[in-house]
């Protein structure tokens, strides 16, 4: 099992930057596919970034594809997901998920853990 905490959301302007991050607990976070979500009020949870076990492979919905990176960094149980040129649309909560699976995963219900979510807030 893995517990994950999120951090490092806030509140930013259009067009600005912020990074998140997840810590894992656990010996085996290095086995796990890793993968960050969002949900916005009244919507439906939305895939944004996994990222394979080794790091060999990652993926990304085409809304955020070209401002978005997901890395982790297994010597420290912790997945990152770097978010550049924010718009609008991006504010809501972020969720850090972890799959059992060494293949990146894309759908929410292939994830068995999850943390609690940051909050992103993205102003005019």
């Known amino acids: 099992q893995v517990q994950l905490e999120e951090s490092g959301g806030g509140l930013v302007q259009a067009g600005g930057s912020l990074r998140l991050s997840c810590a894992a607990s656990?010996?085996?976070?290095?086995?796990?596919?890793m993968g960050w979500f969002r949900q916005a009020p009244g919507k439906e949870r939305e895939f944004v970034a996994a990222i394979s076990p080794s790091a060999g492979n990652t993926y990304y919905p085409d809304s955020v594809k070209g401002r978005f990176t997901i890395a982790r960094d297994n010597a420290k149980n912790t997945v990152y997901l770097q978010m550049n040129n924010l718009k609008l649309e991006d504010t809501a909560v972020y969720y850090c998920?972890?799959?059992?699976?060494?293949?990146?995963?894309?759908?929410?219900?292939?994830?068995?853990?999850w943390g609690q979510g940051t909050q992103v807030t993205v102003s005019s």
């Open positions: 656990g010996r085996t976070f290095s086995r796990y596919n």
């Open positions: 998920a972890a799959a059992d699976s060494a293949n990146v995963k894309t759908t929410w219900y292939e994830y068995a853990y």
